[in-house]
């Protein structure tokens, strides 16, 4: 080679050095003093955009609708009492029916009182000459409690978890007396993480309410606990937790001010024990509420976290309700003799019943009236200062048609009463394109109007693009974060079935990630894995709804999470 040729080779290669050395530099400073976090969000940013632009996306005219101010009836929307299981059916003409909590009228560990009903019913008890049996309702304490106050079905009797429910249902003034102080013993305790709890216990000396309250409020401790609109350990925790601020006013100053503190860091809020529980296999959460039973009967709990009793004791206290004639009042009180029996007791102990029989209650009791101005204070305090800036992604296509439809609109029309002033809302709309029929905004009695008239305004047709108007949704809340980065992220899908056109699951789960933002998912008539699966990304709730009751629970997870 020539002395031409090769210096030509050489600067040729010192050219591509140069190259790949600004290339890099350029990447590299780019990324410079940025978190690992920042640099995803950006990369999530610029998939988001990539997405976005394959998408049909029209803004509806807007239009306002007629807001009805009055508060919303429970009654109205529960669905029929026939959505709730008979776990056990009466035998006989002459019988009462019960309503029963989860936990021990359900199927396995969790099916208890059912089969001790099964034997009564068995047994040709006699009373008054005829034979009498029972009928056991499986409803959770709260639902029930709604039924029973709405007036909407009031049963014979009722077993709820804890007392808690029956002071609610008396001071409603409803008759209601008390049969047995206990059918079963359980208590409900925070569950935390053996290596946080002998930190904890090295810290304060102690485990109890008032050190976990103090170590959340001091960002030392990340917990999650249930609605205390529906479960009984988070009622439990709620009224136990305000106690501690205060024990003699829990809805004093006081007890306010140390309740929004400790509520400013707590990251998770479940809608049931279930949702806490797949939270928890997360790691994310260092406790959480549950009851003893079920933390008995669940091995992959019981060697790494350790159990911490409080509040009120779960001992299912047994109520005849309403005008109950003499007659059935026996058979109730027969009933409680019944299950008090040592055979069944065993039983119950098998099943992780009648455990930390040595645990009194903290509380005394609660009344009705304070445990009802308790929830609204949770309700009013649960976000502290932060606001939720949430959108609603609602399933017009075809296969909506019809009572789906009307059913979905009836359920946002109810929910919306829960939403809150301070926070915003938006609402899209997708078929086989996407419609943004609600930009983003403050929830005022303006948007309030626009958000009723875009609901009425849905109209079915196309095919099924959820994944479609999950992306609109997250483009929405990404410039709403950039204006407002304090909020707090929602969205909520609704929807009927699987996707069959555009996006799908795979295409956004890296964004829904990235984003941290918690996917509510409403499924309507159908067991739908994608929407489930994705709800599950960031630890949202993925309810199976029908037609029927679909108003109910939609306003239930939209009073727990806005």
């Known amino acids: 080679m020539s002395g031409k040729g090769k210096a030509a080779l050489v600067l040729g290669l010192i050219a591509i050095v140069v190259f790949v050395l600004v290339y890099f530099g350029i990447r590299f400073t780019s990324d410079f003093g940025k978190t690992e976090t920042q640099v995803t969000s950006e990369n999530a940013a610029k998939q988001l955009d990539k997405l976005y632009k394959n998408i049909s996306v029209t803004e509806a005219e807007q239009i306002k609708g007629q807001i009805d101010l009055d508060p919303v009836s429970v009654g109205e929307s529960l669905p029929d009492i026939s959505k709730f299981p008979v776990s056990v059916d009466n035998s006989t003409e002459q019988f009462v029916e019960i309503f029963s909590s989860t936990e021990k009228s359900g199927t396995g560990n969790d099916g208890w009182l059912n089969e001790v009903a099964t034997d ?11 034979r009498v049996s029972v009928r056991i309702r499986n409803i959770a304490s709260g639902t029930a409690t709604d039924y029973i106050r709405s007036g909407k079905y009031v049963p014979d009797a009722f077993t709820p978890s804890n007392e808690l429910w029956g002071e609610m249902v008396k001071a409603q003034g409803i008759p209601i007396q008390l049969v047995s102080q206990r059918l079963v013993g359980n208590v409900a305790g925070v569950v935390a993480s053996k290596k946080k709890y002998d930190e904890l216990v090295e810290k304060y000396g102690s485990l109890n309410v008032k050190t976990i309250t103090d170590a959340i409020a001091d960002n030392e401790l990340a917990m999650g606990y249930t609605d205390p609109f529906a479960s009984s350990t988070g009622l439990n925790f709620l009224v136990t937790a305000l106690a501690t601020f205060d024990g003699t006013n829990m809805l004093g100053e006081t007890a306010v001010q140390g309740f929004e503190k400790f509520q400013a860091n707590v990251p998770f809020l479940a809608s049931t024990t279930l949702q806490m529980r797949d ?13 003893y039973q079920t933390y008995v009967n669940a091995p992959d709990l019981k060697g790494s976290y350790v159990f911490t009793p409080f509040g009120v004791r779960h001992d299912s206290p047994l109520y005849a309700l309403g005008n109950i004639s003499e007659e059935k009042l026996d058979i109730v009180k027969k009933f409680a003799e019944f299950v008090a029996q040592e055979k069944y007791q065993n039983l119950a102990e098998e099943k992780g019943f009648n455990g930390l029989q040595d645990y009194k209650s903290e509380l005394g009791v609660v009344e009705g009236d304070l445990l009802s101005s308790a ?3 949770w309700k009013e305090k649960k976000n502290g200062n932060k606001p939720i800036a949430a959108v609603f992604v609602a399933d017009v296509s075809g ?21 809150g002033r301070d926070n915003s809302i ?3 709309s997708y078929s086989t394109d996407v419609t943004i029929n609600l930009p983003i905004g403050k929830y005022d009695t303006n948007q309030q109007s626009m958000f009723v008239g875009a609901i009425e305004s849905l109209q079915s047709g196309g095919g099924t693009a959820t994944f479609d108007g999950i ?8 410039a709403e974060l ?3 980065p304090e909020v707090k992220p929602l969205i909520f899908v609704l929807s009927d079935g699987e996707t069959n056109e555009g996006h799908s699951l795979k295409d956004i789960r890296g964004l ?12 309507y008539n159908a067991n739908i894995q994608a929407l489930q699966s994705i709800s599950s990304i960031n630890e949202a709730a993925s309810i199976n709804a029908d037609t029927d009751d679909v108003v109910y629970k939609i306003g239930n997870l939209l009073n727990v999470q806005m």
């Not at 009564?120 to 005829?130: Q, T, V, W």
């Open 399 to 419: 296969s909506m048609d019809g009572e789906p439809l009307k059913r979905l609109k009836e359920s946002l029309l109810s929910g919306q009463k829960f939403l």
């Open 512 to 523: 829904i990630e990235s984003f941290k933002i918690p996917l509510y998912t409403i499924g």
């Open 375 to 377: 929830q609204k204070l």
């Open 482 to 484: 950039a204006l407002n």
């Open 120 to 130: 009564f019913n068995n047994a040709n008890i006699e009373l008054n000459g005829k």
């Open 279 to 291: 939270a928890a296999k997360t790691g994310m959460l260092d406790a959480f509420v549950l009851e």
């Open 471 to 478: 992306l609109v949704a997250l483009k929405m809340l990404q």
């Open 426 to 428: 938006g609402l899209v």
